[in-house]
């Protein structure tokens, strides 16, 4: 988010273009990267991924051949699996492949996971025993959340723009700031998937900057906003205790958006690497920091703060086609490769952030980075900037301005339209699974077997039954 003086156009760096810079980061230092294809071998529910986890230990997908000369074999990999206290998931077998020199009898697949630092010394143990031992030419994924209490993982912090780090930032030079500030972050360090919000009483000075940037953004929200937002903002005026006069708490806010479209909140104490925040999307999980900016500086914040997320964010989140969009850019995020985490991260920003629509004729802005900055959401709405539609696959490689506002903001049709857009340009990064999001355990699962999707199809099928049902009542 950036925001600024209300009268001057100040050029400024802002934690708008981490998400993109971090993604770039990660890439250029080296991850998941594409390999080979997998030859033939085992059912192609099984393709021969790396699934590295976080906690030292690695899937792995391997073949081999025991022949008639080893007819004991198979009875010493299953010790050599005991020994190295490998986790067997998976398992297939098949007639070897005969030829003049060979007495093959049978061709096994194994998925099997075992410590990182014994994978060489494991292949090696097995290469005794068996024959023509070989792992699976494999595409490294890196490790995503399967369920909604794996975010207590999701926790890299950028520090770059910390008032204990940053000399630029407002703040830095105010140790009773600074303390304040951390006392607020170790709230959010200690928050675990289940407990109760924090709540955070605020101080006088505080609330004085709260109102300082309410009261400026308010008056201009009604001509430049868009209509989701605006009616969304008095729903939360009404029930959620947002006006000049009290910062909201996060409690309060996490509950108004799950009952409205199934979005809740996490503490988070800073910025989040661009991987970590937009896997807490594909949970319908909005990590959302609870500290202010410095009161010297109400209208300039070099990280996202309570205003930027209060303001800018929530109102959208409480509207079902916004949510469900940032919910796919999520989903489509979850093992993504470092390129495509860049591009999904510039995706976010100039839509998420920094987005604009069309409504009745009109251009209104639904970016939260927009809706917190009055300086740029005024600019924005200006005939300054250059307007191009919302085409994913161009918005995805848009070079982005880090020192002053953006020259090119992307119009969408609709919300509906972002969507569909969105999820045909998910279909094109290259995963070497399908995934699901299931809304009743808060999970995510991976369709890598049969039975798996039948399962899928019938609770399509269930859902398509109700549907025709109602529009038989309806006659």
């Known amino acids: 988010m950036k925001t600024d003086s209300v009268t001057q156009n100040v050029p400024f760096t802002g934690w708008k273009q981490c998400l993109i810079e971090d993604a770039r980061k990660e890439r250029g230092g080296g991850g998941g990267g594409g390999g080979p294809s997998s030859p033939p071998g085992p059912s192609k529910s099984w393709d021969g991924s790396v699934f590295e986890e976080k906690d030292g230990r690695v899937t792995l997908n391997i073949l081999f051949a025991l022949s008639n000369e080893k007819n004991t074999g198979f009875f010493k990999t299953g010790k050599i699996f005991e020994t190295f206290a490998a986790k067997l998931l998976h398992i297939e077998s098949r007639p070897g492949k005969k030829s003049k020199n060979s007495t093959t009898?049978?061709?096994?697949?194994?998925?099997?996971?075992?410590?990182?630092?014994?994978?060489?010394?494991?292949?090696?143990?097995?290469?005794?025993?068996?024959d023509d031992v070989r792992t699976v030419p494999e595409e490294k994924v890196p490790w995503f959340p399967r369920?909604?209490?794996?975010?207590?993982?999701?926790?890299?912090?950028?520090?770059?723009?910390?008032?204990?780090?940053?000399?630029?930032?407002?703040?830095?030079?105010?140790?009773?700031?600074?303390?304040?500030?951390?006392?607020?972050?170790?709230?959010?360090?200690?928050?675990?998937?289940?407990?109760?919000?924090?709540?955070?009483?605020?101080?006088?000075e505080e609330i004085s900057t709260w109102r300082m940037v309410y009261q400026t953004l308010r008056s201009i929200y009604p001509s430049l906003a868009c209509k989701q937002f605006l009616d969304a903002l008095q729903q939360l005026e009404r029930q959620c205790g947002y006006g000049e006069d009290s910062?909201?708490?996060?409690?309060?806010?996490?509950?108004?958006?799950?009952?409205?479209?199934?979005?809740?909140?996490?503490?988070?104490?800073?910025?989040?690497?661009?991987?970590?925040?937009?896997?807490?999307?594909?949970?319908?999980?909005?990590?959302?920091?609870?500290y202010i900016r410095h009161s010297s500086a109400p209208m300039h914040s070099p990280e996202p703060d309570c205003c930027h997320e209060l303001l800018g964010h929530i109102p959208m989140l409480a509207d079902k086609e916004f949510a469900q969009f940032s919910q796919e850019i999520g989903l489509a995020s979850l093992g993504a490769s470092e390129e495509d985490i860049e591009k999904l991260s510039t995706l976010y920003w100039f839509t998420v952030?920094?987005?604009?629509?069309?409504?009745?004729?009109?251009?209104?802005?639904?970016?939260?980075?927009?809706?917190?900055?009055?300086?740029?959401?005024?600019?924005?709405?200006?005939?300054?900037?250059?307007?191009?539609?919302?085409?994913?696959?161009?918005?995805?490689?848009?070079?982005?301005?880090?020192?002053?506002?953006?020259?090119?903001?992307?119009?969408?049709?609709?919300?509906?339209?972002?969507?569909?857009?969105?999820?045909?340009?998910?279909?094109?990064?290259?995963?070497?699974?399908?995934?699901?999001?299931?809304?009743?355990?808060?999970?995510?699962?991976?369709?890598?077997?049969?039975?798996?999707?039948?399962?899928?199809?019938?609770?399509?099928?269930?859902?398509?039954?109700?549907?025709?049902?109602?529009?038989?009542?309806?006659?």
Do not use: W
Not at 168 to 190: C, M, Q, T, V, W
Not at 264 to 276: F, I, K, Y
Not at 436 to 460: C, G, N, W
């Open 247 to 290: 910062i909201p708490q996060l409690r309060d806010v996490s509950a108004f958006l799950k009952e409205r479209t199934g979005f809740q909140l996490r503490p988070v104490a800073g910025l989040l690497s661009a991987r970590d925040f937009l896997a807490s999307m594909a949970f319908r999980v909005f990590q959302c920091t609870q």
């Open 105 to 130: 009898d049978l061709e096994f697949f194994m998925k099997c996971e075992v410590h990182s630092s014994d994978q060489d010394t494991f292949i090696k143990s097995l290469k005794r025993v068996a």
């Open 147 to 204: 369920q909604i209490k794996d975010l207590d993982r999701c926790n890299l912090l950028i520090t770059k723009f910390d008032p204990d780090m940053d000399q630029e930032h407002p703040g830095f030079s105010d140790p009773e700031y600074r303390k304040r500030r951390a006392f607020i972050s170790e709230l959010a360090f200690n928050y675990k998937q289940g407990d109760l919000l924090p709540t955070v009483e605020y101080t006088a």
């Open 353 to 475: 952030e920094f987005g604009l629509c069309k409504q009745n004729g009109a251009v209104k802005a639904y970016g939260a980075g927009l809706l917190s900055s009055y300086g740029e959401l005024v600019y924005a709405l200006s005939n300054e900037p250059e307007y191009k539609p919302f085409n994913p696959e161009e918005t995805a490689v848009q070079p982005y301005q880090d020192q002053t506002y953006q020259p090119v903001y992307f119009v969408s049709e609709s919300f509906e339209d972002a969507k569909i857009k969105m999820r045909k340009y998910s279909a094109t990064i290259k995963r070497p699974f399908s995934l699901r999001y299931d809304p009743f355990t808060s999970s995510v699962e991976l369709l890598d077997q049969p039975s798996k999707i039948q399962s899928a199809l019938h609770q399509m099928t269930e859902d398509l039954k109700i549907l025709h049902s109602a529009l038989e009542n309806l006659g």
